[in-house]
C-alpha cells in the first residue's frame, strides 16, 4: 500500500521500521507525559507481525525524506460486530496541523470498509486533544468500556453509517 498526502509517503509497514516506528510513539507519548509500555499498550508496536499482520489487520507508517514521521494502524476486534480498533495515530510535532491526520483517518476507514468490517472503535486519552477532536469531527462517538489503562476515552463509529 502506497499513498501520498502533499510530500508525504503512507505506506505498509516493513520489518525495517520496527524500531523507528516505535520511537515516534516513544517521543510523542513523552510529549504528553504518557509512558511507552512495551509490555502493554504498545507491545503492538513491537509484535507487528503478530498484533496486526497475521490477524487480518495493517499498520502503516508515514514518511517525509525517508525518515518515519507517523504511523497509524488497525486490527480485528473481538467487541462490537465485525469490528476493528484504530490504533498507533501518531505524528511527530512538526507534521501535525497539515490535514495528514483526518487524511490518514479517512484512508484508515476505506481500507477498513473494502474489507467488509461494520464497526471501528478507537481508544484514546483526553490529555491528546487533537486526537479527541479530530475523532469527534469525523463521526466517532463516545461509547464505554475503555480496555487500554493509560486512555480514559473510547470511541465507535458503524462503517458506511
Known sequence: MNKYYKDFLIRSWEAKDRQNAAEVIRVVLAEYGLGWEADGADRDVVQVEECYLETGGEFWVIEYQNIVVGTGAYYPIER?????EIRKMYFLPQIRGLGLGKYLLQQLE????????????????SILQEAVQMYEKNGYLPATGVETLRCDRVYFKRVNG
Open 80 to 84: 462490537g460486530q465485525n469490528a476493528v
Open 110 to 125: 476505506e481500507a477498513i470498509a473494502s474489507r467488509g468490517f461494520e464497526e471501528i472503535w478507537i481508544e484514546t486519552a
